[in-house]
């Protein structure tokens, strides 16, 4: 095997077993005295997996060179060599609960921003231990968590990111990226399938997830008047075939630019799996009367790959107007971790906390967040939908 494919195999096997797990503890805001709904210091509250965990927050960009801070895209760089916990504090290694994970990146909201959202979580890692649900990676399950920060804060919103877990996200990037590097193949008939196949029993999950939260709220004293409770889908971290800047063929997507998948299995992805998931979210939200917030178009232009951005180098620094929001696929392994993959990155992240920002002052309704080109989380705003 040539040794470009074999590196990127290598790099292929890693994603495989890695990818969207995580372990550590919650990094939820110091306790305070008792409070109770419309009492004591407020908090908005983010729950669920990865893509609000902060996973990728380390990265500002992407960049081919694999020394020092990486042209200043590694956070993690201290000058003399990688520290993760500059950005993911104890979870480094963890959840990856990022310092400018969404709610982190939000603004002055609230008195306290609580991050409880662990990469590679899943709908049971959510509910309450006493109706089934399960700790994950030493931590209780995060509605049980909520109590605790329900008890001791007055909680005005609850951002919930869930089911891509249950869905399998890991393992349609893996096999897709598999199809492209070593079996020359589409990956999203197959996928597909197994996707239809598993949705509704994912849905059901997520719903009983709000369900939960609903509990575990009511059970604090709250009415659900006191709170609102904001259920976001995910945003795409590829583009389409035609905004692509790379060929199709060559090595050019793998090697250089992380994004290796055929152009079918691109506009699958961009234009019928995101969508789906986001159209079966939307449904859970109006189903369950909490307000949804659908992040499909969230990194439009700014994905992996995208022509509309670029990647950083010596003479491109990072930069919010012109980087790539989203983490590629190192398939050479020589940066950081694979879990990273297909995640927002540090403008991603930024930019998605602009987003809950602005559905926080938007008190009904479901919305879409979408960004405007050349510009960074300033240029974030929401549409009806």
């Known amino acids: 095997m040539p040794s470009s494919p074999r590196r990127a195999l290598r790099g292929l096997l890693a994603l495989c077993t890695t990818l969207c797990t995580a372990a550590g503890l919650a990094a939820t805001a110091a306790p305070a005295a008792h409070a109770s709904p419309g009492s004591g210091p407020t908090a908005v509250v983010a729950m669920g997996d990865s893509y609000i965990s902060g996973e990728a927050g380390r990265w500002q960009g992407n960049s081919l ?34 310092d400018s994970s969404e709610v982190n990146s939000a603004g002055p909201i609230a008195s306290a921003l609580v991050n409880l959202a662990c990469s590679g979580a899943t709908t049971a890692n959510v509910f309450r231990a006493s109706r089934g649900g399960q700790p994950y990676k030493g931590e209780a399950p995060q509605a049980d968590q909520l109590a605790a920060v329900a008890a001791s804060h007055d909680v005005k919103l609850i951002a919930l990111s869930i089911g891509g877990n249950d869905l399998g996200f890991a393992d349609i990037i893996s096999t897709c990226a598999t199809d492209y590097i070593v079996w020359y193949s589409y990956c999203h008939d197959d996928q597909q399938a197994e996707v239809d196949a598993k949705i509704d029993g994912v849905m059901a999950d997520v719903g009983r997830s709000v369900d939960e939260i609903r509990a575990v709220m009511t059970g604090a004293g709250y009415a659900t008047s006191d709170y609102r409770i904001v259920l976001q889908s995910y945003p795409s971290p590829i583009p389409r075939a035609a905004e692509n800047r790379y060929a199709e063929s060559g090595w050019a997507r793998t090697n250089t630019g992380g994004c290796p998948f055929w152009n079918a299995d691109s506009d699958w992805a961009r234009d019928s799996l ?27 232009g700014r994905e992996v790959c995208a022509k509309a951005s670029r990647q950083v180098t010596s003479t491109m620094p990072p930069s919010a107007a012109t980087s790539e929001w989203a983490r590629w696929i190192d398939s050479r392994s020589t940066q950081g971790l694979v879990q990273e993959s297909m995640h927002p990155g540090f403008y991603g992240q930024q930019a998605l906390g602009r987003c809950l920002a602005l559905i926080h002052a938007t008190p009904t309704g479901n919305r879409s967040c979408r960004n405007t080109a050349g510009t960074g989380a300033s240029g974030m705003y929401l549409t009806a939908g």
């Open 274 to 300: 995101v969508p789906q998931i986001a159209g079966r979210l939307k449904q859970v939200a109006v189903a369950k009367g909490v307000q949804f917030m659908d992040l499909r178009d969230a990194l439009q």
């Open 65 to 98: 060179t694999d020394t020092g801070s990486r042209n200043g895209t590694d956070r993690a760089w201290t000058g003399s060599g990688y520290d993760p916990s500059r950005v993911y504090g104890t979870t480094a290694g963890g959840c990856h609960r990022s």
